[in-house]
């Protein structure tokens, strides 16, 4: 299984990516997929998943502003990242998981991709 996320950069404050997560070894329509983001000296942060029903789940700090979605026929989740700040600079990676559990816990995900480097200015 690999998961390879892209779209980071160096961007300014207000400014919008988008992440892409190219998932190969599984098919992520039959997998709950989670964005997650790791800034320096932090623990890991839930940002948003998407589950296989298609339900998604943000975490409050940013539902406003970023958007998780799916697209089956090109196994790829994404993350559109609208309004950025300093404060979201940060690795960000993709994950999944089969398993029913909290969409907001590292722990209930097996595969996880390299991470992307997402850098605000202000």
């Known amino acids: 299984v690999q998961l390879q996320a892209s779209g980071g950069g160096l961007v300014q404050a207000g400014d919008s990516l988008r992440l892409s997560c190219a998932a190969s070894?599984?098919?992520?329509?039959?997998?709950?997929m989670g964005w997650f983001r790791q800034a320096p000296g932090k623990e890991r942060e839930f940002l948003a998943a998407?589950?296989?029903?298609?339900?998604?789940y943000y975490a409050d700090s940013v539902k406003d502003r970023f958007t998780c979605s799916r697209s089956n026929t090109k196994n790829t989740v994404y993350l559109q990242m609208n309004s950025l700040k300093p404060e979201d600079t940060a690795v960000y990676y993709c994950s999944a998981t089969s398993r029913i559990g909290s969409p907001n816990v590292p722990n209930e995900y097996g595969y996880w991709g390299q991470g992307t480097l997402v850098t605000v200015s202000s």
């Open positions: 070894g599984i098919f992520v329509g039959n997998y709950n």
């Open positions: 998407v589950r296989k029903n298609s339900a998604t």
